[in-house]
């Protein structure tokens, strides 16, 4: 709940630290983070992930979805699970892939809030 009381910047700054918020990552941290949205920098990997979304998929389904060759779909699945972003269990011939972290979806709301707010901007420039 808001008590109406508007704390000075620097105070906000300094608790957003203290409570890991913002700061203190080190070099390993941040390239592991790069290393993550590089992985999803790719309309592919993006489809990928969301048709995941909606529950664990052979990739005998995903192919028929995605113009290209079986390595080609293979070798953006391999750049997804390399970073713990999708996991596979075999299952005789047949390869299902699942979502390991599901958060990652909230990234997409993210992006889509960040478009639409680009958006509005530009129409207000604009007028």
Known sequence: MGTGIVLPE???????QQCGIIGGMNTEQLKARARVMKALASPVRLKIVDELSRGERCICELQPLF????????????ELKNVGIVGERREGARIYLRLLTPCVLSMFDCAMRVIRAEAKRRTSAAS
Request: aromatic share 6%; hydrophobic share 30%.
């Open 67 to 78: 113009p290209m060759n079986k390595s080609t779909l293979s070798r953006h699945v391999t």
């Open 10 to 16: 620097q105070y906000c700054c300094i608790v957003a």
